[in-house]
């Protein structure tokens, strides 16, 4: 039929005809348009995403001529790509809408940022900058520097790498993208002042409490998730200039967020000009699941 179709049938034996069969429904149309999610939107050379398409019942065909409900993507070179699907049906006369279109950047290879290896302090401080041991700006456009306390990019952030004491830093370039340069090494000695060596103030330092809950654990794909993150300070002492920041993980999309922070490149990012002593600011976001599997978000 060309056109949504309802049968029925009767059996006949001479004269006698039996009742009206219940009647079959055929519908005529185009197959589902693919649902596609993207388990990373943004990736690094030599890193691979997963394109999912969902909803087609028969054969799934991408953009790039590759069959199957999943896509994985091999970054080869830099740029941004697009990607789409469309369902085809079984007998392959028919098919569907192409899908939305799933846009992949793909950032370059970050070059190792170029520092002093070993720095020392000038007395009578007894503290040191470790900013002083870098020697130049980040090489790609828009990057950054970030001190971290090993040399892994997953470790944890030097918060206060203007006042450090001794001990071994690691500085990585971060590109617009959120890929990760190999680190450079900074070893921190501190030479004894003496009597007349000024020391850093530990009770001018702060306590920043940060805690993150999501209202749900288990959640369907192509459910919403919110996040609560709370920063609060323990001490007494007025903590000013304060960053936070989120990498929101693979399978999460950001559909939404609060007023006093925003999302670059993956990272959400909130600034805080001061909090007082058991002062709290609250961050939310909302997120949509993209994949399946365990997202850990901490």
């Known amino acids: 039929p060309s056109s949504n179709t309802e049968y ?18 055929i519908t005529v149309g185009s197959p589902n348009q693919p649902f596609v999610t993207c388990a990373k939107n943004t990736i690094c050379l030599g890193e691979t995403t997963t394109l999912t398409a969902q909803g087609c019942l028969g054969n799934v065909i991408w953009s790039n001529g590759f069959s ?6 091999s970054s080869h070179e830099v740029g941004t790509f697009n990607y789409s699907a469309i369902c085809k049906s079984i007998s392959g006369n ?5 899908s939305k279109t799933i846009k992949i950047i793909v950032g370059g290879i970050v070059s190792t940022p ?5 720095i020392s302090n000038i007395c009578p401080f007894e503290s040191l900058d470790l900013n002083n041991s870098i020697l130049g700006n980040p090489s790609s456009a828009g990057g950054s520097f970030e001190f971290h306390i090993s040399n892994s990019p997953n470790s944890a952030i030097v918060t206060s790498p203007g006042l450090v ?18 680190p450079a090494k900074v070893t921190a000695k501190i030479v004894k002042c003496g009597v007349s060596g000024i020391k850093p103030d530990t009770a001018q330092n702060v306590d920043i409490e940060v805690s993150k809950i999501a209202n749900y654990t288990n959640v369907l794909i192509g459910s919403f998730v919110y996040y609560t993150i709370q920063v609060k300070n ?6 000013t200039n304060l960053v936070i920041r989120d990498i929101v993980p693979s399978g999460l999309q950001i559909d939404s967020i609060s007023t ?34 365990k997202i850990v978000n901490k």
């Open 165 to 182: 004491t001794s001990g071994e830093y690691y500085l990585f370039e971060r590109s617009k993208e959120g890929c990760y340069s190999i």
């Open 94 to 98: 028919c098919q569907s809408l192409p």
């Open 68 to 73: 199957g409900s999943t896509l994985i993507v």
């Open 8 to 25: 029925t049938a009767i059996c006949t034996e001479g004269e006698c005809v039996s009742e009206v069969s219940e009647p079959i429904c």
């Open 114 to 118: 170029t520092v002093i290896s070993e």
């Open 260 to 293: 006093n922070a925003k999302i670059e490149n993956g990272v959400i990012f909130a600034k805080i000009d001061s909090l007082s002593k058991n002062d709290v600011t609250t961050i939310t976001y909302k997120a949509k699941v993209t994949s399946t599997g």
């Open 234 to 239: 323990k001490k007494n002492v007025k903590a």
